[in-house]
DNA sequence: TTAACCATGTAAAAAGTTACATGATTGT
DNA sequence: ACAATCATGTAACTTTTTACATGGTTAA
């Protein structure tokens, strides 16, 4: 299991940062499935440097309170090298939506068909917050051509799994609205 | 946010289940993100049973020790639809593989290769689970049609998600390959 | 003047996992 | 003899979130 900790120190290889900018990485890409926090950072930080995987330069600024601006050590880079190496398990979903459709048997046909369209409402929207950070994302700075693409990838899973999602909606639509047809029971 | 218990209340407005059923249902189910150990269950049951929202029979078996088994009260039937009317969020994905993919800038291509390939099996693997799952479920005990259709359709979407990882991996293959032979840098 | 941004951290609570604890039955 | 199944529960720990705490700058 990739932890939290492993993450930042993948961060701070691609370049030094603070635990304000992480803070806001955190908040900004999808893949990344933890909250970023203060006290996740933060701590998190202290506890890297007290084992030695990062250190920091602390900045002073004339009017802003000093930035602590960490990177990797030696010792940080072979560890995340070894946590990069180690097998990946499949996806874990947690999906609200199924676990309320899963007992769609205590509501009526217009209730259950309120819920889906709330929910692919909810899905396009997400999808279109995706897309747009897509197009933004080409600013970004990489190391390399092969970095460009991987991060390119990144999005592109998460857009992927999104318009899954609205097909497979589509499919449970249909799928309902032909059951009623039939004749219930 | 669905809750764990909200999720127990709808198991036992399906039917009286006993802690150890549920242990086992949420151990089978992929769409269940918890993974249904001892303490979430049975502090759960109790603390459900204390508010009123579910009652237990008591019932002494001979050789076995004495099974709880826990069945919705009216208060419960009306709680449980409340969060199934509450909005969902879009699905959350815990990747750990787009986690290391991110700086694969550390590794190899021949390295990257193999940590493609490595999770392509297991989400090969895991897809195959999930199939053969949905072979066997079509035993279960549904209350309708209905409650067929989109427990098949809860089943259709852990195996979507797992195609659509396929097909991705797929073209993040073929991507690096073709960059890899445009040169590098 | 109000919100967003910059910048750090800590405390308390909630959620979730692993391990401990007990003990009979059934199948290989 | 060993593992799996049945059946309940508690203790300790880890992870994650929310809220507290401080305080200057900048732009609408």
């Not at 939290?4 to 999808?30: A, H, N």
């Not at 250190?55 to 940080?76: F, V």
């Not at 933004?136 to 899973?157: D, I, P």
């Not at 799928?175 to 039939?182: P, Q, Y």
Request: charged share 30%; net charge positive; glycine share 6%.
């Amino acid at each position: 299991m990739m932890e939290l900790k492993q993450v930042i120190l993948g961060f701070l290889e691609w370049k030094p940062l603070t635990g304000y900018e992480l803070k806001s990485l955190f908040s900004t890409l999808d893949f990344l499935p933890w909250s970023g926090n203060n006290n996740q950072i933060y701590t998190s930080l202290i506890e890297l440097e007290r084992v030695g995987l990062v250190e920091k330069r602390t900045i002073q600024q004339e009017k802003l309170p000093a930035q602590k601006r960490y990177h990797t050590t030696e010792a940080g880079r072979t560890r995340l090298k070894e946590a990069l190496l180690q097998p990946s398990e499949a996806p874990a979903i947690r999906n609200d939506f199924l676990l309320r459709l899963a007992w769609a048997q205590c509501l009526s046909a217009s209730e259950i068909e309120g819920i889906i369209d709330e929910y692919r409402l909810r899905v396009e929207a997400e999808l279109s917050i995706c897309q747009e950070r897509t197009r933004r994302g080409q600013a970004a700075q990489y190391r390399s051509k092969r970095e460009a693409y991987v991060w390119g990838m990144l999005q592109r899973n998460r857009e992927m799994v999104l318009e899954t999602e609205l097909n497979w909606l589509a499919q449970l639509r249909s799928g309902l609205a032909k059951g009623k047809k039939e004749g219930k029971q």
